[in-house]
């Protein structure tokens, strides 16, 4: 009558670990350089590339209100770019643990739609907070629409190196 449990052995934690951080790792980049391609081809199509994150860096670090900006700034792009790639990371982390997660249990799927909803309000408060005007001069809706696809790509990402996800979504809606 004695019940079993199965603790995961050291090698499988570290293997699940790495692979998590690799996904991590991987899927952030994903997001974020769908975010960085997006507003290159909207600031391209504008006639000024590079602007976006020469904007939003040169009010991260110099503090820049977003009139007084005229020019792009190479090492502000570079310094933003930076920070927004690992700031995707660290999402990509998040993602990536919840969907370790959700395929021991699907029905955790409803914390990823959450997590985005409620890292996209943590990026507006943050970003509202520390640089108001950005998300005036980029249009809120312009933002929305990079993070969404960003979310899709990063989603896409984890769809095809997890498939068992995806058999678990499919169990959820049948339930």
């Known amino acids: 009558m004695g019940v079993t449990s199965h603790a995961p052995a050291p090698a499988e934690i570290r293997a699940r670990s790495s692979s998590i951080a690799a996904d991590g790792v991987f899927s952030g980049v994903i997001g974020g350089l769908t975010v960085a391609l997006f507003y290159l081809l909207v600031d391209t199509i504008e006639g000024r590339p590079l602007w976006t994150p020469s904007l939003l860096g040169s009010a991260l670090f110099l503090g820049s209100s977003m009139d007084k900006i005229t020019a792009v700034n190479i090492p502000m792009v570079f310094a933003y770019t930076g920070v927004h790639m690992a700031l995707f ?84 809606w049948e339930e």
């Open 89 to 172: 990371v660290a999402a990509g982390m998040a993602f990536s643990f919840m969907v370790a997660q959700f395929e021991s249990n699907p029905p955790l799927a409803i914390l990823l739609l959450l997590l985005f909803v409620c890292f996209e309000a943590a990026f507006f408060a943050f970003t509202m907070a520390l640089a108001p005007g950005v998300i005036g001069a980029l249009g809120a809706s312009s933002v929305a629409a990079a993070n969404l696809l960003a979310a899709v790509a990063m989603s896409a990402y984890f769809w095809r190196t997890h498939p068992g996800a995806g058999r678990g979504l499919s169990k959820i």
